[in-house]
């Protein structure tokens, strides 16, 4: 049930503008030179077939790689190319059983392999705990089972995450592990500060024009570099 009314809210996120959007800054995990300039949306969105359902989709637009060390923007990664390769989290309520579950609709959460390693997921995942416990602490949490042949992921890095934001993990293979917890009020909605940094907020009247947002997030992270020489 949760996954066929994920699907609705996703194609309700694809419609509507953010609440709220910032340009944020994340530094690679091995290599504190490496940084991906992104923006994060969040939208609330409640449908009228579904009133007694809350939803907060948190997206990633990646606009650009830069390597401190020799000073370059990655130039085949363009702003809108970024904002073609949306990256979406879920976390949908059911109010009326209770229940809460983390998502997208189809697969199983987590940041396409380009984009890791920036502490970004972990972002995302964080704005949404921290919505969720604000709304419902008393919610319970549908475990997760993940097949990690197909998230591509490291077990000890999976493993890190998840103890980071209070979820219990058990391996019972190779390539399989569950996540759980009780309730969303046990899960915390930090995040690596050290490696992620909310550079701007940006106004909400960009998303009226497609690809305008992209134009002047990249115009943000121009000027942000050009303060650094």
Known sequence: MFQMELAQ???????RRPDRAVLVRGQHWQDD???LFAVVALKEIRLDL???RDCLVAELYPLTFY???DGKIDDELSARLGYTRVNRFFLLVDQERGKCRFGPPHGQIGLDSVWRSFGLGGYLMAQLIAWGRDRYPGAAVTTEHLDLSQVEVLRPL?????KRAGFETIF???DSVTCFVKRLELLNPD????RVTEVEELAPEYWFVPGLLGDKAAEKVQSVLSTRH
Not at 9 to 15: L, R, S, V
Request: with cysteine; net charge neutral; proline share 4%.
């Open 9 to 15: 809210f996703e194609q309700a996120a694809k419609e």
């Open 33 to 35: 030179w490496r940084e």
């Open 50 to 52: 579904l009133p007694r």
């Open 67 to 69: 390597n401190q060390r």
């Open 158 to 162: 999976l493993n890190g995450f998840c």
């Open 172 to 174: 019972h293979a190779e």
């Open 191 to 194: 995040y690596n500060h050290q």
